[in-house]
């Protein structure tokens, strides 16, 4: 038996409304989409995670970071591994592995390796991040 949270009469709340949205698209569209409400002339944002989402330069970041931890492991480097460390699809990850060998950032042949300028690329965008969370930990 499904589980109706809406009441089934009189008027509704706005938050009765923003349930009606959620029920009436189903919980996959409550993850996918981003909700708006109103309440007390407020605005709130409801997002998958409530994370943002990642920028292509930090997602190209996290599978450079993953392939240098393979390799420091001495373990293969394989799509899948680097995959579930970047915490992406699979073929969002080809399509990234694509792009990143198209810069010239990794040479994707028979094994993958970091080119030169992957290995700046990775250094400057850590300087980046170490910056920001310095700067985020002084107006804190």
């Known amino acids: 038996m499904i589980y109706n949270p ?3 009469h009189g008027e ?3 938050s009765d409304k923003l349930l009606g949205v959620i029920y009436s698209q189903g919980i996959k569209a409550f ?3 981003q909700i708006t409400i109103f309440k007390r ?3 709130y944002s409801l997002r998958k995670g409530m994370k943002d989402r990642r920028t292509k330069l930090q997602i190209y970041y996290d599978v450079i ?3 240098l931890s393979d390799k420091q ?3 293969q480097i394989s799509k ?3 995959q579930q460390k970047c915490n992406t699809s699979y073929d969002k990850l080809i399509k990234y592995l694509d792009e990143m060998h198209d810069k010239g950032l990794i040479n994707n042949t028979e094994e993958i390796e970091i ?3 992957g290995s700046i690329f990775f250094e400057d965008f850590s300087k980046i991040n170490s910056l920001i969370d310095e700067i985020t930990q002084r107006i804190s």
């Open 115 to 117: 080119t030169e300028s």
């Open 41 to 43: 002339d407020e605005e």
């Open 12 to 14: 509704f709340s706005r």
């Open 73 to 75: 492991a001495h373990t």
């Open 6 to 8: 809406l009441p089934h």
């Open 65 to 67: 970071s993953a392939i």
């Open 31 to 33: 993850y996918e989409k």
């Open 80 to 82: 899948t591994r680097i």
